[in-house]
């Protein structure tokens, strides 16, 4: 069976930082940067990518629609 992997693309000029998708990633991939996006917020990435598997759960709790996810069958 192949085991699927996933990843997220978080534009990261909208995002403004609410972290709500941070409780909803069952496997703790999401963080908020240090840094700053032009709005002045902390947007979200991937901190542990290796360890997404494409569930889609913060996609759907983002208020703002800005996080894409993919999965990739390895």
């Known amino acids: 069976m192949a085991k699927v992997r996933g ?14 998708c941070i409780p909803a990633c069952p496997t703790s991939v999401i963080a ?3 840094e700053f ?14 360890e ?11 208020p703002d629609g800005v996080i894409t996810v993919y999965r990739i069958k390895s």
């Open 32 to 34: 908020l940067a240090k």
């Open 52 to 62: 997404c598997t494409g569930c889609t759960n913060c996609a759907v709790v983002c």
């Open 37 to 50: 996006n032009s709005k002045g917020y902390n947007y979200a990435y991937m901190e542990n990518p290796e």
């Open 7 to 20: 990843a997220i693309v978080v534009d990261e000029e909208k995002c403004k930082g609410c972290s709500v």
